[in-house]
């Protein structure tokens, strides 16, 4: 059964020590970062150790969010880390188009490629870009540039452009996109009821900045006991009787509910 990754820790690429605490943080996928983490005197270093450390495969899955392509970096950070053996994928920031996608999938051919969409263009492009090539599973928003590119004062006028990377991911056959960052690390509150919220917009899973937005995170995308139990009964019913049907309840059963149901007991198997 297909399992799906509820928490991704950013980690500096330009920091060793803290990407080795990010690996035993227990996040399901740890994202070095070697964009806005790290000052442009430490972009060569922190390539070189990134690429250092997956020489070999880590214990828990690795992505690395890689400079943008238009810049001075990101070509010499995919010509870098493509081959290296422990890369588990490469996360490309500001995407504007299908044709970045298929121009780093050319170089990089064994990685799966996750697009960052932060600006209105990428935006208004997410289906293009999310169906552009085999090789991308997943998409997601950069929700502070995205921000700034709109000119908005926070994000209360996001929820219209996280819906369409939501549709966009399912229409391109995508795993549901995870949300952004919640910036205040200590804002542990704040960051439950933004992940409450973004549940109910469809995401799965939640980047983080700091360890302790973890275990927040995870029970806020965790199914509860009695979401467990309806999709037994869902289960159960699909399986007593083919086709479309009415539960008891009232509730209506066809092959879509079937798979939210099957959805919803993998990751229960979390709990």
Sequence with gaps: ?????????YAPGDRPHVVAKALTSGADVVVIDLEDA?????????????ADLLASPPAVPVHVRVN????PWGEQDIAALAPVPGLSGLRLAKITSPADITH???????????ALLETALAVERAY????????????ALGEAD?????GMRDGTGLDWPRSRVVVAARAAGLPPPPQSVHPDTRDLDGLAASCAR??????????????RQLPVIERAFLPTEADIERAETVLKAAVAEQGAQALPDGRFVDAAVVTAARRTLSLARRR
């Design 1 to 9: 059964m297909t399992v799906f990754p509820l928490t991704w820790l």
């Design 38 to 50: 790290v000052a442009p005197d430490r972009k060569a270093y922190a390539r070189a150790a990134t």
């Design 68 to 71: 943008a392509l238009d810049g």
């Design 104 to 114: 780093v999938a050319r170089r990089a051919t064994r990685a799966d490629l996750y």
């Design 128 to 139: 293009a870009i999310a169906s552009a090539h085999p090789n991308l599973r997943g998409i």
């Design 146 to 150: 995205l921000q700034a590119d709109l």
């Design 198 to 211: 973004g549940r109910a917009l469809g995401f799965l899973g939640r980047a983080a900045i700091h360890p």
